[in-house]
T-cell receptor, first 114, second 117 residues
């Protein structure tokens, strides 16, 4: 069973508009959530994170919102730029076996059109 | 900062041979390193967690004797795929984390694409 779900495999937006990427999770033990960005043939790059005790974290054009009651988080990118085109992975963290482990969603491919 | 280097980026080998993949943290000491495997259009699946100087902890369903992990120093972990077969062909990615950098954030290498003929 998938503990972290990204139900939209792809998203296409126009340059300058807002991109909203969504993520749902099932395990209430997750205490930290992260977004990673991945270009083809590269490893994921850390983008932004949020603790489970917060509901919003902002870093420049990127904002992550967390709704614990709905077990839902979203990443907002505004304004979107063509260079933002990549696959975005949502990840959730929980301590398992003494280590903080990440569980990843399948990713959403974002395409920002000029 | 927080750069992780993975080598090689791509390897092709014959069935039955062994392949070693290296993962290095270049500018920080990694208390914990992780090895993932990714199939096309799938999420990253954690294979094992390794702490420096101790045995790796493998996820359920991952064969310890097949995927040998060594974490001999705070900056180097290796994954050896032993007696590789075509079904082992995949994208392998390592990550590292350090309490000195940011506890919950894993920093990833660029990945290794393994093709077994």
């Amino acid at each position: 069973d998938q503990q972290v779900k990204q139900n939209s495999p792809s998203l296409s937006v126009q340059e300058g508009r807002i991109s909203i990427l969504n993520c749902d999770y099932t395990n209430s033990m997750f205490d930290y959530f992260l977004w990673y960005k991945k270009y083809p043939a590269e490893g994921p790059t850390f983008l932004i994170s949020i603790s489970s005790i917060k509901d919003k974290n902002e870093d420049g054009r990127f904002t992550v919102f967390l709704n614990k009651s709905a077990k839902h988080l979203s990443l907002h990118i505004v304004p979107s730029q063509p260079g933002d085109s990549a696959v975005y992975f949502c990840a959730a963290s929980a301590v398992q076996g003494g280590s903080e482990k990440l569980v990843f969603g399948k990713g959403t491919k974002l395409t920002v059109n000029p | 900062g927080a750069v992780v280097s993975q080598h090689p980026s791509w390897v092709i080998c014959k069935s039955g041979t062994s392949v070693k993949i290296e993962c290095r943290s270049l500018d920080f000491q990694a208390t914990t390193m992780f090895w993932y495997r990714q199939f096309p259009k799938q999420s990253l699946m954690l294979m094992a967690t390794s702490n420096e100087g101790s045995k790796a902890t493998y996820e359920q369903g991952v064969e310890k004797d097949k995927f040998l992990i060594n974490h001999a120093s705070l900056t180097l972990s290796t994954l050896t795929v032993t007696s590789a077969h075509p079904e082992d062909s995949s994208f392998y990615i390592c990550s590292a984390t350090s309490g000195m950098v940011a506890k919950n954030i894993q920093y990833f290498g660029a990945g290794t694409r393994l093709s077994v003929l």
